[in-house]
């Protein structure tokens, strides 16, 4: 019987032999074959025997490789002998190669699979050509005996010469077992002499591992006259060890009577290092999938066959030992949603040529549990390209899968909450610039107040001289035009309160930087005290920023409010704006942090006592502030330097103790130039050519001073005068038959409001021309805006003099009349 090698589940066919230089310098051939004796794999010293490539072998039959007669010899006698017995030791045949004839001893050596079942043969060629002649050289010398005592010694002579030139260990032995003779070659490698290994001194070369093993396998085989083969370590003269493959055959008389053993050593040192190394990584191999959790599989294309290893039956949730499934077993494993993709696209992916395959599915073990496997294979071809087998691997991937659905999970939540966060934020923000507001508000009120009693002394002042001045024209025009300057002082800072209170999100606009440092300079001028000079250093024609009007100027007055509290009431402070280029240079750093562009620089410098290093680092702090407890909320800064960053510039303080401070605040440009200003309106000539005297208008005011005062003057221009003093008395009038040509309301009044007032009236007049007086903004003012921007009104803010009203009616029913005229 001979040696069985067991495979590790999973081969189909007996394992490829592993070419490499040692395997394929090995002075003996080796093949592999099928069990129906089919060629699976060759290496290089038989291929070049033959003189023929691997494709060309593989699928051969061994007879295809022989002579014509050893093909005889082998289809009678060696292969009905391995059908009917499966066993096969040396026999010697004639190889067919590429220089003619060359005698070959085979030597066969069963391999099973896992199951013990017979899944092919390994196949040691050796070159008999020498030992072929040694053969028929010692027949002859046989028959020479026979002829004479000479003949022989002259055959003893040649068979020594042949022995002696074999590049190799060359032996005999008597009847009885003892060595007779060793060539040369041996006392050159072992570096021992004749004397020591002749007679039963042999195993003295051997590994004292090997010694008994070789020992009591010779003298088995001196009973019973069978050939000799075991491999052995013999000593070399350095003292290393190589493995030889020692092997002899008995010669017998024309009687059968033993005459002695023929042997040789064949050094197969390399090819066993060899073997053990694929022998080692293959279980290195099994080492790393069994601790890296990677199953393999071989499926046949031709059969559906799957062949799993241990850790792919772990992973698919099968029984130990379940290595092979057919098409239907291996089928059901699948996800039914899965299934008809995954083999179509093996069917489909093999017939296209494809190299291999990835992929991901789902699988079902036998108790339910799916999981998720990820399968990564390559597609085994033949030498015309039909694919016949799939090899890969497995990864079991359903916790990763698991991690990624909770990383999704958990980044939409984290969305959710920035989301919900920033919200937060912005609404803060918007806090802090109300409270900002009604802080410069506070800040304001002392000085706003003394302009607004200014403005009372002037108007109370004029009206009570024109009152005692009724013959002196000259003396009450003068006087009554001081009123209206006055009058007009106290709108203009009412304006400015009214863009103070604004609430909402920036609205950016053109901002004239020239203009609004002069308004600036009418507000502070009056409001930061006599002990503070106000100066404004800006050229004319400085390009427009981009910005909220409302916003910058509450941060200025808070800046200037800042400046004058670090001046303690008397300094100089500055306003200036001035526009900057700020350039591409990679690695700089920009004042501010600002980008790469142009911008308008508006700064607020003071000469108070400054900041040292230490506050200034602080200062833009949210709630960080140096005043005392209850007279500052720390937010000026903050809010100054949030609000010029989110309009696109940025913010930047320099100071130092002694020295004052210079707060910057950089804009970007508007794009285009600001709107040019309205030229004054002329003279208007009523609608139709008939003058202001055939007008009639409708005044609702509940105010009663301001109802007069603007009857008055409608009156001086020459209007006719309908006066209510509220909604329901207005639409009172309309519905008794009044005629109106023009409606004028007040937007906020007791009951009902102007919007309110102008819709009904329109209702019942469709035509009715009318305009909305409003005094301050609030949202109602909001929405009056955007009906007087769709026609249905027009929206004038007070105060508004006589005669700018008149002039505004006039323009309001040229209109009417110029639409009345159109066609269609």
Known sequence: MPDVERLPPGHADPPPTTVNELYD?????????????????????????????????RGKRLQDIVTAGARIFYETHCAPLLQSEGTLRQIALDLRGSQGRRPALFDWRRIDGADG????????????????????????????????????????????????????????????GRATYYNNWVLDFTGLSADALLGD?????????????????????????????VEYRIRRRDGAYRWFLGRSIPARDSKG?????????????????????????????????????VGGFVRDLRTGEVTLSAVDQRIFGLPPGTSRLDREAWSALLHPEDRNRVLLEIETLAAAGATGRQSEYRIVHPDGTVRFVEAQARFVRDAQGRALRCVGVHLDVTERRQREAELRSLNEALETRVQEEVAAREAAQAHLA??????????????????????IQAVQGGAALIERRPGDPDGVRRLARMVSEAAGRGASVTRRLLAFSRRGDLHTEAVNPVALLAGMHEVLVHTLGTGIGVRVEAARGLPPLLADKGQLETVLVNLATNARDAMAGNGQLTL??????????????????????????????????????????????????TKEHGKGTGLGLAMAKGFAEQSGGGLQIVSAPGRGTTVSLWFPLAEGALPAAAPPSAP???????????????????????REVTAEGLEAEGFALLVAADGASALALLEEGE?????????????????TLIREAQRRRPRLPAILLTGFATNAAEIAIGGAMSGAFTLLRKPIEGRALAERVAMLLEGVAAGERRPG
């Open 257 to 293: 009577r033993l005459l002695g053993w023929y042997g040789t050593c064949t050094d197969v040192h390399d090819l066993k290092t060899a073997k053990e190394d694929l022998t080692e990584s293959e279980a290195l191999l099994r080492m790393v999938q069994e601790a890296g959790g």
């Open 117 to 176: 079942a017979l899944i092919g043969y390994r196949v040691l060629v050796v070159d008999a050509t020498e030992r072929r002649a040694y053969e028929r050289e010692l027949v002859a010398e046989r028959e020479r005996a026979r002829q004479g005592a000479a003949a022989l010694r002259d055959s003893e002579a040649r068979f020594r010469a042949m022995a002696e030139a074999v590049p190799g260990a060359v032996f005999t032995c008597d009847a009885s």
């Open 434 to 455: 109300h409270a900002q507001r009604m802080e410069a508000l506070g800040q304001l009120a002392g000085g706003i107040a003394h302009d607004f009693n200014n403005v």
């Open 739 to 755: 005629a109106a040509d023009v409606l004028i309301s007040d937007l906020s009044m007791p009951g009902m409001d102007g919007l």
């Open 25 to 57: 310098a090995a002075p003996v051939g080796y093949l592999t074959t099928r069990p129906d004796g089919t060629i699976a794999s060759a290496n290089g010293t038989l291929l070049g025997w033959l003189g023929a490539g691997g494709d060309e072998l």
């Open 576 to 625: 200036a704006a001035a526009a900057e280029m700020v350039p591409h240079a990679p690695g700089a750093r920009h004042p501010a942090g600002l980008k790469a562009g142009s911008y308008l620089r508006l700064s607020v410098t003071d000469t108070g006592a400054g900041m040292p290093a230490a506050v200034l680092a602080r200062v833009t702090e949210p709630f960080f502030t």
């Open 201 to 229: 001194g042999w195993p003295s070369m051997l590994h004292p591992e090997d010694r008994d093993r070789a020992i009591a396998a010779w003298a088995a085989v001196t009973r019973s006259g069978d050939p000799y083969e």
């Open 684 to 706: 208007t000539e009523m609608a139709g050519g008939r003058g202001r005297r055939g007008v009639r208008v409708l005044l609702v005011e509940d105010d009663a001073l301001v």
